[in-house]
């Protein structure tokens, strides 16, 4: 996790549509938010956030229209996984879901779904000793999210005719890095506007635009 320096930088231009008008240091300045933004002048970014639980950081590419700063990680990060281990037979209409030692979570488990009759995918969760909320329909895949930043990680097709006892492993892969593509950051004045996690983020100039 890098920190973001509150160091001036030199030559920066007033906002305007071309794209080194916006380069520069960005930081949070809002409680209980932390991290910060680089916008460097050769067109690469740096970024760190930290929200609750959630701690992430990227680097990349970012362009700028006149109106919007869009970040794209690269290298891209690989998404953390869950492999299915097994799949054991439960009552019909149960689906229960457990996680190898290493998963290093204690708390509920949401989950993408689709069920029998329900176009759309839908989010279940689970209750205590794993077993997942279904709503009473029947289940027809399920895939679980990373706890906290909510990523899927892998769908697993099952079989209506039965229940499942599901053992996942998990891969945590380049958990905490950000897989942005084309992120869309938004101008206030000389602040930059990122949603993310259900909140809104400010990135305040750090060198005051000059």
Do not use: C
């Not at 689906?95 to 759309?120: I, S």
């Amino acid at each position: 996790m890098f920190v973001i320096l509150s160091a001036l930088l030199l030559g920066a231009a007033p906002v305007g549509t071309n794209p080194q008008s916006v380069a520069g240091l960005y930081e949070i300045r809002t409680m209980e938010v932390g991290g910060g933004l680089e916008l460097r002048a050769d067109g690469r970014f740096r970024y760190a956030l930290e929200y609750g639980a959630a701690s992430e950081e990227a680097e990349g590419k970012w362009t700028y229209d006149g109106r919007t700063v869009r970040l794209t990680s690269e290298p891209m990060p690989k998404a953390p996984a869950f492999e299915l281990v097994r799949d054991d037979m439960a009552p019909k209409g149960q689906v229960w879901m457990t996680f190898e030692k290493g998963f290093n979570w204690n708390g509920r488990v949401d989950a993408l779904a689709t069920a029998q009759g329900v176009p759309d995918k839908g989010l279940v969760t689970t209750e205590g000793g794993g077993r997942v909320d279904s709503g009473g329909r029947i289940l027809t895949s399920i895939e679980p999210l990373v706890p906290v930043y909510g990523t899927p990680g892998g769908a697993v097709r099952l079989d209506p005719s039965r229940g499942h006892r599901l053992l996942f492993r998990f891969h945590p892969n380049d958990v905490g890095k950000a897989a942005f593509r084309g992120e869309a950051l938004s101008l206030e004045g000389k602040d930059l506007i990122l949603h993310r996690y259900d909140t809104k983020v400010r990135f305040v100039r750090a060198d005051n635009g000059r």
